[in-house]
Protein backbone atom coordinates (compact mmCIF):
# COMPACT_ATOMS: atom_id res chain seq x y z
CA UNK A 1 0.00 0.00 0.00
CA UNK A 2 2.06 2.62 -1.07
CA UNK A 3 2.01 6.05 0.88
CA UNK A 4 2.12 9.19 -1.49
CA UNK A 5 1.56 11.93 0.87
CA UNK A 6 1.22 12.61 4.55
CA UNK A 7 0.14 16.24 5.22
CA UNK A 8 -2.25 17.97 8.74
CA UNK A 9 -2.76 14.67 9.86
CA UNK A 10 -4.34 12.83 6.55
CA UNK A 11 -3.10 10.07 4.79
CA UNK A 12 -2.89 9.71 1.01
CA UNK A 13 -2.21 6.26 -0.40
CA UNK A 14 -3.27 3.47 -3.39
CA UNK A 15 -3.35 0.34 -3.08
CA UNK A 16 -0.69 -1.77 -5.52
CA UNK A 17 -3.41 -3.98 -6.99
CA UNK A 18 -5.92 -1.91 -8.29
CA UNK A 19 -4.51 -1.11 -11.70
CA UNK A 20 -7.65 -2.31 -12.83
CA UNK A 21 -9.31 0.92 -11.90
CA UNK A 22 -8.98 4.12 -12.75
CA UNK A 23 -6.39 6.33 -10.99
CA UNK A 24 -7.63 7.29 -7.99
CA UNK A 25 -6.30 8.36 -4.28
CA UNK A 26 -7.18 7.53 -0.84
CA UNK A 27 -7.23 9.43 2.38
CA UNK A 28 -7.48 8.53 5.97
CA UNK A 29 -7.69 10.75 9.09
CA UNK A 30 -8.13 9.19 12.16
CA UNK A 31 -11.07 6.86 11.31
CA UNK A 32 -12.44 8.96 8.24
CA UNK A 33 -11.76 7.88 4.94
CA UNK A 34 -12.39 8.69 0.88
CA UNK A 35 -11.49 7.91 -2.12
CA UNK A 36 -11.39 10.37 -5.10
CA UNK A 37 -11.18 9.72 -8.80
CA UNK A 38 -8.26 11.88 -9.91
CA UNK A 39 -8.86 12.72 -13.92
CA UNK A 40 -11.53 14.47 -13.34
CA UNK A 41 -11.00 14.97 -9.42
CA UNK A 42 -14.54 13.20 -8.31
CA UNK A 43 -15.35 12.17 -5.18
CA UNK A 44 -16.03 8.77 -5.28
CA UNK A 45 -16.42 7.37 -1.14
CA UNK A 46 -16.45 8.79 1.71
CA UNK A 47 -17.13 7.45 5.58
CA UNK A 48 -17.02 10.19 8.60
CA UNK A 49 -15.94 13.50 6.55
CA UNK A 50 -18.22 16.09 7.24
CA UNK A 51 -18.27 18.35 3.91
CA UNK A 52 -16.01 21.25 4.32
CA UNK A 53 -13.88 18.48 5.26
CA UNK A 54 -14.34 17.07 1.40
CA UNK A 55 -14.11 20.54 0.24
CA UNK A 56 -10.66 20.72 1.78
CA UNK A 57 -9.40 17.45 0.75
CA UNK A 58 -10.73 18.20 -2.92
CA UNK A 59 -8.33 21.37 -2.67
CA UNK A 60 -5.85 19.28 -1.07
CA UNK A 61 -5.93 16.60 -3.80
CA UNK A 62 -5.49 19.45 -6.59
CA UNK A 63 -2.51 20.88 -4.49
CA UNK A 64 -0.86 17.13 -5.40
CA UNK A 65 -2.54 15.56 -8.54
CA UNK A 66 0.34 15.21 -10.62
CA UNK A 67 2.45 13.74 -7.77
CA UNK A 68 0.10 11.39 -7.46
CA UNK A 69 -0.39 10.34 -10.86
CA UNK A 70 3.07 9.94 -11.01
CA UNK A 71 3.22 7.45 -7.88
CA UNK A 72 0.19 6.00 -9.33
CA UNK A 73 1.92 5.56 -12.89
CA UNK A 74 5.16 4.55 -11.46
CA UNK A 75 4.21 2.23 -9.03
CA UNK A 76 1.45 0.21 -11.77
CA UNK A 77 4.03 0.60 -14.99
CA UNK A 78 2.27 2.43 -16.59
Request: glycine fraction near 4%; avoid cysteine.
Amino acid sequence: MPEVLRTRGFRFFFFSREGSEPRHIHVEHAEKYAKFWLQPIELVESRGFRSHELTALHRMIEEHRDEFIVAWDEHLNR
